[in-house]
């Protein structure tokens, strides 16, 4: 599966933002979908996933209740519809797939995008 993640920007705080994510090769009703950050100096870490049918969705604590994560398999899409954001916000996003239930680890990722980066500040 080859992903190709845009939608990336620069942000104020408390603005919106929608990231995308276009998967190509194999259709992704077959993958838990989900995005991962990567913040300046940091490490990567889990963003939210979804589950393949879109029933189940997992979040970070740091971005329950501003981020949103959908699919449509349709389309071989997978959406980040963020708000409220905030400057600790500001990483590069990956769009990741996982053949089996996507956990909070890196390590079960089996394809990962390019990134994209999303920088919030006034």
């Known amino acids: 599966v080859q992903l190709q993640a845009c939608g990336g920007g620069l942000v104020q705080p408390g603005g919106s933002l929608r990231l995308s994510c276009a998967a190509s090769?194999?259709?992704?009703?077959?993958?838990?979908m989900g995005w991962f950050r990567q913040a300046p100096g940091k490490e990567r870490e889990f963003v939210t996933s979804?589950?393949?049918?879109?029933?189940?969705?997992d979040y970070a604590d740091s971005v329950k209740g501003r981020f949103t994560i959908s699919r449509d398999n349709a389309k071989n899409m997978v959406y980040l519809q963020m708000s409220s954001l905030k400057p600790e916000d500001t990483a590069v996003y990956y769009c990741?797939?996982?053949?089996?239930?996507?956990?909070?680890?890196?390590?079960?990722?089996?394809?990962w995008g390019q990134g994209t980066l999303v920088t919030v500040s006034s």
């Open positions: 990741a797939a996982d053949r089996s239930i996507m956990t909070k680890s890196l390590l079960g990722v089996d394809y």
């Open positions: 090769g194999r259709t992704i009703s077959d993958y838990y």
């Open positions: 979804i589950s393949r049918s879109g029933g189940s969705t």
